[in-house]
């Protein structure tokens, strides 16, 4: 089993690359963040000529996430339980498999701005909501991936110059503490489960040639549960995309779990 995620920064512009990336490399989940467009004009008819299923939650110009499957889902949930916000973020559904059922939740988390922002108590609280709602979510469904663009570079491999951003939103201490209590309620980073290259980022500016000197952050992250992380036999992120054309500035990222 293949799962993906991506933020496409806009599907309406991406949505090309979406579909030729499906059919590339046709994941079992594919996760988007960003997609920036409302639910009337999802385009499901484009995933369905290709075999894909879509649960999705949008809204106007900004956020927005999907889950994109193979196969049929069922008990799809939408945003934090009990967690106010108009911005759409969250996504879950069920995929039933031959080795029972995964929980699949896409989550694009919030930017922050900059640490003196209202923005960033904004993110803070957000990160605490999802954590409770992610405990619960794994007490439910002991086989639980949580894909998205979680706008914090864990640590300073995370960051192609951590002194240069040190303290800065995306890697600042509260926020790693933030994304270190996600691990907490018994989930595993998919990429570090493995050794990997150096300077392995999922995201890069637009500006000042950030993709070709490689200036970028591992923001992306796939988070898996204990019964997970034990079929878990790769985790990569497939920076070749970042090449396309009018890419968007987020790679995927895939792992493969081997389910019986």
């Keep these: 089993m293949k799962l993906s995620t991506w933020n ?64 049929p889902v069922r008990d799809v949930a939408k945003n934090i339980d009990g967690f106010e916000d108009p911005q759409q973020r969250v996504i879950a559904a069920t995929l039933d498999t031959p080795a029972g059922e995964v929980r699949v939740i896409s989550a694009y988390c919030p930017n922050g701005q900059s640490v003196d922002s209202d923005k960033y108590d904004y993110k803070l609280k957000w990160f605490a909501a999802f954590r409770d709602g992610l405990q619960k979510e794994l007490d439910r469904y002991p086989r639980l991936a949580v894909l998205g663009d979680y706008n914090v570079a864990p640590d300073d491999r995370d960051v192609h110059d951590p002194v240069k951003w040190e303290g800065s939103v995306l890697v600042s201490e509260p926020e790693r503490a933030a994304f270190r209590s996600l691990l907490d309620v018994g989930l595993h980073d998919a990429f570090r489960l493995f050794e990997q290259p150096p300077k392995s980022f999922s995201w890069w500016d637009y500006r000042q040639l950030g993709f070709r000197r490689n200036a970028g952050l591992r923001i992306d992250h796939i988070l898996l549960s204990d019964t997970l992380k034990a079929v878990c036999s790769e985790c990569v992120i497939e920076r070749e995309i970042r090449k396309n054309e009018q890419p968007s500035d987020h790679a995927p990222v895939m792992a493969t779990l081997e389910l019986a």
């Design 8 to 71: 496409v920064n806009s599907l309406n512009v991406r949505l090309p690359q979406v579909i030729a990336y499906l059919q590339a490399t046709p994941v079992d989940a594919l996760c988007l963040q960003e997609l920036k467009l409302t639910d009337d004009k999802f385009p499901v008819g484009a995933f369905e000529e290709i075999g894909y299923h879509a649960a999705f939650t949008g809204q106007k110009t900004y956020n927005g996430v999907a889950i994109l499957t193979r196969q």
